[in-house]
C-alpha cells in the first residue's frame, strides 16, 4: 500500500511563499501604492457621471461642468488602466518569481529524499507534483493574482466613494455583504477536500500509466494488458468523478453570487427612491451609487469567481509545499568502514507488514573480493543489494561499508544531454583523456565511430538514441570515472542481448577489479567468475562458497549451475 507524501499546512504554505518572494520588501508596499490609486482612479468616472446627471438637471447652470468633468473623466481612464497593468505585471512577476523558487526547492528536496520514501509514495505522486501541481498554480497566477490583488482595494475604495454619495448607499452595500461571505464560507467548507481527493486521484492515474509504460514488455509477455487498462480507466473515472463533484459545487457558488447581486441592485434601487422622494439625495448621487455598485461586479465576482482557481492552486501548493517540508524520519546510517570491507549482520527487511523479504541475513564482503549473489526471482537479490548499496535502510540489523558506493542497476537512465556530460556526472574534474579511456576499458570505444561528433554528440530522448546494451557500458564507464570503494550491480547486464552479454560481462568485470563488490548475477558465468558466490532462497541464505566448492557439493546450486550451463 502507498504512503502519498505530506501535505503541508495552509501556514506552512504560507511561510513558505513569503521566504520564496524575491528579495526586496520595499515592492510590497510600492505595489499596495500603485494598486490603491489604481483603485481611486476607477471609482472618478461614475462619481463624475452622477456629477454629470445633477449638472444636467440643473440645466444652464451645470452645462459648463460637463466638458470639464468628460477631462477628468478620460484621465482617470487612462490612469486606472496603467496602474493597473503596471500593479498586474509586478504582483505576476513576484508571484512567478515565487513559484519558481519553490519548484526548484521542490525538485531538490525530493531528490534528497530517501529511494525507499519515494517508492513508498509511488513515483506517479512525486512526478504529479512537480508537473500537475506546479502546472495549476502557474495557469492560476494569470487569473487570480490581477483578481486578488486590484479587488480588495476596489472594494474598500467604493465603499468609501458610496459613503461619500450617501451614509445609506454603503449600508445597503455592507447590508448585502454577509450573503456573499455566506457564499464564500459555504464553498471553503466544501470545495477544499474535494480538490484534494481530485489531486491525489490525478496522482494515482499518474501512478498507474507510470507502471504499465515502464513494465511495457512485461505487459505484452503476460498478457496482462486487459487487467493494466482496466486500472488506469478506473483511475481515469476515479479522477472524473471528483471533477464533477468540484464542478457541481463551483455551480452551487455560482448562483449564490447571483442571488447577491439581485439583492444589491434591488437594495440600492429601494434606497435611492426613498432619498430622491424625501429630497434627502439626488438623481444623480443614486445613479453614481448604482454605478459604483454595478463597477463592484467586476472585481467581487472575479475575486469569488477565482476562488475555484484559488482553491485549486491552494491545494496545489499545499502539495509542492508538503515534499519541500518533508522531514525524513532519524535513519540508522551504515557505519563507515576505515578499510574496503563490508559488513551486513543479522539483516531482516519488510516492505509490507508481515510480508518478510530478507531473514536474518548475515554476510561480510573482504576488501577487494567480489561476492556474487544468485537466486530464482523474488529470492531477495535486489533488496539485499539495495541495502548493501545504502539505497534502503534495513528493518533490522546492522551494515557496515565504505564511504564511497556505485550501485548500478539494469534500468540506466541517460540524460538529454551530450555523451560527455553523461559521463562526467560521475566525475566533474575528469578530462576527455580520462573519459575515453573509462569507454575504451569498458569495451565502449564503438561510439566514438558511431557517434558523429563523439563526445559532442547529444544523446538521449531528444538526441542520438543509445541502445541498452551501450547505456549499460556508460552507466559502467561512470563507476571507473567516480572510483568508488564498494561497487553493487544488480543485474547490470540483463538488459543486454546474447550477442551483447559476453563484452558487458567483461565491461562488469573491469568495473569491479581492485575493488569491493557485490554482484547480483543475471548470468552464472558471473558467478563462476566471482570470488565467493551466495544463492538466496526465500529471503534466506541457504549456501555460500567459492564456485567451485558450490558445484562439488551437489546442492542447490550445483543443480542451477547445471541447469543453466546445459541450457547455453
Not at 294 to 300: A, E, Q, T, V
Not at 482 to 490: G, I
Request: with cysteine; aromatic share 4%.
Amino acid at each position: 500500500m502507498s504512503i502519498p507524501l505530506p501535505l503541508a499546512s495552509a501556514g506552512d504554505v504560507a511561510r513558505e511563499v513569503w521566504r520564496a518572494l524575491p528579495r526586496g520588501w520595499w515592492r510590497l508596499p510600492a505595489l499596495a501604492a500603485v494598486v490603491l490609486g489604481a483603485a481611486a482612479a476607477g471609482i472618478v468616472g461614475p462619481l463624475a457621471l452622477g456629477t454629470v446627471v445633477d449638472a444636467l438637471g440643473a440645466g444652464e447652470r451645470g452645462a459648463h461642468l460637463v466638458p470639464l468633468l468628460a477631462v477628468v473623466m478620460s484621465v482617470a481612464v487612462v490612469a486606472n488602466v496603467v496602474l493597473t497593468a503596471i500593479g498586474t505585471v509586478t504582483a505576476s512577476h513576484l508571484c512567478e518569481s515565487a513559484l519558481a523558487v519553490l519548484r526548484e526547492s521542490m525538485v531538490e528536496t525530493g531528490l534528497r529524499l530517501p529511494q525507499e520514501r519515494i517508492e513508498r509514495a509511488g513515483t506517479g505522486d512525486l512526478i504529479a507534483r512537480a508537473g500537475d501541481d506546479v502546472a495549476e498554480v502557474s495557469d492560476a497566477i494569470p487569473r487570480v493574482v490581477p483578481a486578488v490583488v486590484g479587488a480588495a482595494f476596489t472594494i474598500a475604495v467604493t465603499v468609501v466613494g458610496m459613503a461619500v454619495i450617501d451614509p445609506w448607499y454603503a449600508v445597503v452595500l455592507l447590508a448585502v455583504s454577509p450573503v456573499h461571505v455566506w457564499a464564500v464560507r459555504r464553498y471553503l467548507r466544501d470545495a477544499p477536500p474535494v480538490y484534494a481527493a481530485e489531486r491525489a486521484a490525478m496522482s494515482e492515474r499518474a501512478q498507474q500509466l507510470l507502471d504499465a509504460l515502464r513494465g511495457r514488455e512485461t505487459v505484452r509477455a503476460f498478457g496482462l494488458a486487459g487487467s493494466r487498462l482496466s486500472r488506469i480507466s478506473e483511475a481515469s473515472w476515479t479522477v472524473v468523478r471528483w471533477s464533477m463533484r468540484a464542478r457541481g459545487i463551483q455551480n452551487r457558488f455560482f448562483a449564490r453570487l447571483n442571488g447577491a447581486e439581485f439583492l444589491g441592485m434591488a437594495g440600492l434601487l429601494i434606497a435611492g427612491f426613498v432619498l430622491v422622494s424625501a429630497d434627502a439625495g439626488t438623481l444623480g448621487g443614486t445613479t453614481a451609487a448604482m454605478l459604483l455598485f454595478l463597477r463592484l461586479f467586476g472585481p467581487i465576482n472575479q475575486v469569488l469567481f477565482v476562488t475555484d482557481d484559488l482553491q485549486s492552486a491552494l491545494a496545489s501548493l499545499g502539495r509542492i509545499v508538503g515534499v519541500i517540508r518533508t522531514e525524513t524520519a532519524p535513519e540508522r546510517e551504515a557505519a563507515s568502514v576505515a578499510g574496503d570491507t563490508v559488513h551486513l549482520a543479522k539483516v531482516t527487511h519488510s516492505f509490507v507488514p508481515g510480508v518478510t523479504v530478507l531473514h536474518d541475513v548475515s554476510l561480510r564482503i573482504g576488501a577487494h573480493e567480489t561476492v556474487a549473489v544468485v537466486g530464482a526471482s523474488g529470492a531477495g537479490k535486489t533488496t539485499l543489494a539495495a541495502i548493501a548499496a545504502g539505497v534502503h535502510t534495513p528493518g533490522h540489523g546492522e551494515v557496515r561499508r565504505p564511504h564511497s558506493v556505485a550501485l548500478v542497476t539494469q534500468d540506466v537512465h541517460v540524460f538529454d544531454t551530450t555523451l560527455r556530460e553523461n559521463l562526467t556526472l560521475a566525475a566533474a574534474d575528469a578530462t576527455d583523456a580520462e573519459v575515453r579511456d573509462a569507454l575504451i576499458r569498458v569495451g565502449a570505444d564503438s561510439l566514438f565511430t558511431r557517434l558523429a561528433r563523439g563526445l559532442d554528440e547529444p544523446v538521449g530522448a531528444s538526441g542520438t538514441t543509445l541502445t541498452a546494451a551501450e547505456a549499460q557500458h556508460i552507466a559502467l564507464a561512470r563507476v571507473l570515472l567516480a572510483d568508488p570503494a564498494f561497487v553493487v550491480l544488480d543485474e547490470a547486464t540483463a538488459e543486454a542481448g546474447s550477442s551483447e552479454a559476453g563484452r558487458l560481462e567483461e565491461a562488469a568485470a573491469t568495473a569491479v577489479r581492485g575493488r569491493t563488490a557485490l554482484v547480483v548475477a543475471h548470468r552464472l558465468s558471473q558467478a563462476a567468475a566471482a570470488d565467493r558466490v551466495v544463492l538466496l532462497d526465500r529471503g534466506r541464505v541457504r549456501e555460500e562458497g567459492t564456485h567451485d566448492r558450490l558445484r562439488a557439493a551437489g546442492g542447490d546450486y550445483a543443480r542451477l549451475w547445471a541447469a543453466w550451463s546445459g541450457s547455453e
